[in-house]
């Protein structure tokens, strides 16, 4: 499969999005890994959890938001953005949502299946993430990408995003249904990343060195994960994702060097399948549970070894095999390139 990386339209030729390739790529692995966390992990594990979570799905939103505005037409209709954005969202998240929770019926009963499923799944669905939370993800994007183009000039986005400020810290908590709360929380990184396009020319004139976004990354997330930011704990926890999402991009820009777009690379693979692994890697996660599960003596042993060895087992079928699957299956024939939304 040729890869396509991102690209936006400047003065008549196609400038590659590189950078957010790789930062697409790093936040995948890292959603992946997010998603793996058995009851018997070690502590050493948990605190590698926690700062995953602590900023990827924010890094996610964000790379939504600048991808959005960069290649967003000029002159395209609401109505066929809408049209656009079912087709590449909604109508996968529906196909998946029944894909997996047949695969948990199916299974459930015989072998190791996390989060078990019931018939009645299959109403839930349209209206929750009931085959994996995971999918909260994509009815979040969806609202974004609903109300975002009803904002059709800087200063209204801008406008815009000083709401969603508002709305991320307002205390109040809205209905889960169709992932509305999700919404509200995750809105102010996809703006973010929406203005950072728009404004880039200002914040290039920023000079910062890259070993003071990491260090700060670093400290701050210490203070956060071990709980030793004292009275300013709280305020720290809410600046974490937005120095993450810096620290990725940094690292990302100075990664870019390496990568020729115009080449096979494992980096852009796995960014231009994201979306698949997003949407099957539990899937295949689950599976291979399910069959270490099976095998004697791997499964809670308590011994850090098996557990590292089992953990990077799982990852890889988390990351590879829905590569395999968009490469080898979905990209080939019409019917599967409809159902997950690829082109």
């Known amino acids: 499969m040729q890869i396509k990386c991102l690209y936006k339209q400047l003065n008549g030729y196609m ?11 790093i936040c995948i692995i890292l959603v992946v890994i997010g998603h793996y966390h058995p009851e018997n992990s070690p502590e050493w594990y948990n605190v590698i959890w926690k700062f995953i979570y602590s900023f990827h799905m924010p890094l996610f939103m964000f790379a939504s938001g600048y991808i959005y505005i960069a290649t967003k037409r000029e002159h395209e209709t609401y109505k066929g953005f809408i049209v ?46 009931e085959a994996g939370y995971f ?29 969603s400020i508002v709305l991320a810290y307002l205390p109040l908590h809205l209905t889960d249904l169709f992932c509305i709360n999700q919404f509200k929380s995750m809105f102010v990184y996809f703006m973010l990343g929406v203005i950072a396009f728009e404004k880039k020319d200002c914040i290039s004139r920023i000079k910062m060195h890259p070993l003071v976004v ?15 930011g004292g009275g300013i704990l709280s305020i720290l ?26 080449k096979p690379n494992w980096i852009l ?58 490469k080898y299956i979905l990209q080939k024939y019409h019917i599967t390139r409809l159902l997950f939304g690829l082109k």
């Open 15 to 25: 400038q590659r999005l590189v950078f957010l390739d790789i930062a697409k790529a």
């Open 84 to 129: 656009k954005k079912v087709k590449r969202l909604m109508v996968p998240y529906l196909a998946t949502s029944f894909l997996i929770i047949t695969l948990k019926l199916i299974t459930q009963g015989n072998a190791y299946v996390a989060n078990p499923v019931t018939l009645s799944s299959y109403a839930k669905m349209f209206y929750l993430p």
């Open 135 to 163: 999918l909260w993800f994509i009815w979040a994007l969806w609202w974004m990408f609903v109300v975002v183009p009803l904002f059709r000039t800087p200063k209204s986005r801008l406008a815009l995003f000083v709401i």
């Open 214 to 228: 990491y260090l700060s990354f670093v400290v701050v997330e210490c203070l956060c994960l071990f709980n030793i």
């Open 237 to 262: 926890n809410e600046i974490v994702p937005f120095i993450g999402i810096a620290a990725v991009l940094q690292l990302s820009v100075q990664m870019e060097s390496l990568v020729k777009s115009d």
């Open 269 to 326: 693979q796995i960014s231009v399948s994201s979306y698949i692994i997003y949407l099957f890697h539990t899937t295949f996660e689950g599976f291979a549970k399910a069959v270490l599960h099976k095998i004697p003596g791997v499964w809670n042993t308590g011994n850090d070894w098996v557990f590292c060895l089992t953990a990077i087992i799982v990852i890889v079928v988390g990351v590879v095999f829905p590569i395999l699957l968009h």
